[in-house]
């Protein structure tokens, strides 16, 4: 059992879906604009589903990490929102901070693992884990304009937790 109530096979199914909709968001960067105005949602409210190649054009942090999720959770699996606990509709970092599991160790970090950054609760920032390259887990992260970027996860020093959702 899991923190998303799904069986091991679906856990691994919803990863591949979360960490494709990261991906996606990455190869179309220049089409992602970073926004903390209410467009951010867009992903999850148009129902952009990366699986049929479809991405948000609007988000920040918290926004593309939630429609990551969302794309493994929610349209994988009909999960409920246990990321934000907002039923889908918001949620920022500090919310991202109260939901999930905190993962103890990085040698535990999974795909589809939500890296939060900053000086403490609500935290700054956040990014999706991805993969690992070499032994340093990687993260796609929607910080700025120019984003979303391929980077390690300690590329910020100010981490302050890693948390699961799947």
Not at 22 to 27: E, M, P, V
Request: proline content about 4%; glycine content about 12%; overall charge positive.
């Amino acid at each position: 059992m899991s923190v998303s109530g799904l069986s091991r096979e679906h856990r691994i199914r919803a990863r591949d879906r979360a960490v494709s909709a990261a991906t996606l968001g990455l190869h179309h960067a220049p089409a992602i604009h970073y926004t903390q105005g209410a467009r951010r949602w867009d992903g999850i409210r148009l129902h952009k589903n990366a699986r049929l190649g479809e991405y948000p054009t609007y988000a920040d942090c918290s926004a593309f990490v939630t429609w990551c999720l969302w794309n493994g959770l929610h349209l994988g699996f009909n999960a409920t929102d246990h990321v934000n606990g907002a039923n889908w509709t918001a949620g920022y970092t500090g919310t991202l901070l109260g939901h999930g599991v905190k993962v103890q160790h990085v040698s535990n970090v999974q795909r589809a693992d939500a890296v939060l950054y900053g000086n403490g609760f609500p935290g700054e920032h956040t990014a999706l884990v991805v993969g690992v390259h070499g032994a340093k887990p990687m993260v796609i992260s929607h910080g700025s304009e120019a984003g979303p970027f391929y980077l390690p996860m300690d590329y910020r020093k100010d981490i302050i937790c890693v948390r699961r959702y799947i």
